[in-house]
């Protein structure tokens, strides 16, 4: 009986003790951390474009010098220095007077050979009428017939004398070989120009449309061509496109195409020379300007890309992405990065359909970490998509009496 009282209080005891126990498992149930929410993008393959960005320099599509084709002194310059002139305006005026004597020369020249040419064929057709009534001798009417021929001959000859004469007096004016952009005036008025100098007196330059000239390995373009036959690649039956990354980085708005690849690959280089041509309506692209140039060369059938915001690299330029496995569990991944397309890397190696990469909220995880995956979108991090969730299933508070 004595025991009795005891017992009771060793067992109120234990009671006690098992219920601080479960009352502490609970708040640290309560106390656990949920998981943290990722953004993830699940892989599919996808037909990517190979887009090849490589170096070049603008090139005009035309250029020609202007050079005189008759001697002479400058008398005017009629082209305004920078202007657009078009194919036969009139660039400067040499002296014509001496031209115009020419002319003169050869219409009075032309005009005596007319007159001898004149006399010979009455002579010839007085000689042949005697010939008929046997009063002329056959020696004098060859006579006849042989100046009737030499007349007709210094004619001819007169007639191509005026016939230069006429054109040296048309050359005196200086005129546009080709439409374009002319530049600065490399003679003034009062110089002497000769035909047979090597000196120009401007230069004209074609620049709508543009060429842009660029070059690749040869390497490259053996692997593209390989890949292509392998079946690895497709390509539209299209003319390639091409378009143009001012040197400050900002892309030229207007589009180009494909004109030529270079037949042979430079010996000191081992590069392939390759020509764009590009609309250049508003003249921003100008002759010698350094420029990137992005050409579509080849689709990948099947490929990977994920944003480049998701790809790691460790100490040793090991690359490495977050891939969201069974039970919801972040495991590391090593990767191939490939190419660059837009804001995403392209895999070549390490990733397969179905794969949920995370993109966004890897910084609160880690590999072998519990997660909440959430489609990732560009626009919104996953954090606030979740935030967004998770007070979509909250009920709405009670309105106050």
């Not at 219409?107 to 057709?125: F, I, M, N, P, S």
């Not at 010996?267 to 392939?272: A, S, Y």
Request: glycine content about 8%; overall charge negative; aromatic content about 4%.
């Amino acid at each position: 009986m004595q025991k009795t009282p005891l017992r009771a209080l060793t067992l109120l005891s234990c009671l006690v003790f098992l219920a601080a126990c479960q009352e502490n498992q609970e708040g640290q149930a309560q106390q656990a951390p949920p998981p943290s929410a990722v953004g993830v993008v699940t892989m599919a393959a996808e037909a990517l474009p190979i887009i090849n960005d490589l170096p070049g320099r603008v090139a005009p599509t035309r250029l020609a010098e202007v050079r005189p084709r008759v001697s002479g002194i400058i008398v005017e310059r009629v082209f305004e220095q920078g202007s657009l002139v078009k194919q036969g305006d009139v660039l400067y005026r040499i002296d014509p007077a001496p031209f115009q004597v020419q002319v003169d020369s050869a219409e009075a020249t032309l005009a005596r050979a007319k007159a001898v040419q004149l006399q010979a064929r009455q002579t010839a057709d007085r000689q042949q009428q005697l010939r008929r009534n046997n009063v002329a001798s056959q020696q004098e009417f060859d006579n006849a017939i042989a100046m009737l021929a030499q007349g007709d001959a210094e004619v001819a000859v007169a007639e191509a004398g005026l016939a230069e004469a006429r054109l040296n007096f048309q050359y005196s004016h200086v005129t546009a070989p080709i439409s374009g952009r002319i530049g600065r005036a490399l003679i003034t008025e009062g110089a002497l120009v000769s035909s047979n100098a090597s000196e120009n007196l401007a230069t004209i330059q074609q620049l709508d449309p543009i060429y842009a000239d660029f070059t690749q390995p040869a390497a490259d373009l053996i692997r593209l061509r390989k890949a292509l036959e392998d079946g690895k690649l497709m390509t539209g039956d299209n003319e390639a496109e091409v378009k143009l990354i001012l040197d400050d980085g900002t892309p030229y708005e207007q589009s180009g195409r494909l004109l030529f690849s270079e037949a042979a690959v430079d010996e000191t280089t081992g590069q392939v020379t390759l020509r764009g041509e590009f609309p250049n309506p508003n003249g921003d692209l100008l002759p010698g300007m350094y420029v990137r140039v992005q050409i579509q060369q080849g689709v990948e059938r099947a490929a990977f890309a994920v944003p480049q915001q998701a790809v790691q690299r460790d100490a040793g330029g090991q690359a490495s992405v977050l891939v969201v496995g069974e039970a919801d569990k972040v495991e590391s991944r090593r990767v191939t990065v490939g190419r660059s397309l837009g804001d995403r890397w392209v895999i070549s190696q390490g990733l397969k359909e179905g794969d949920r990469v995370v993109a966004d909220g890897f910084q609160k995880t880690a590999p072998g970490a519990t997660v909440k995956p959430q489609p990732w979108s560009p626009e919104k991090p996953a954090t606030e998509q979740a935030a967004e969730g998770s007070n979509a299933e909250q009920p709405a508070e009670p309105a106050q009496k």
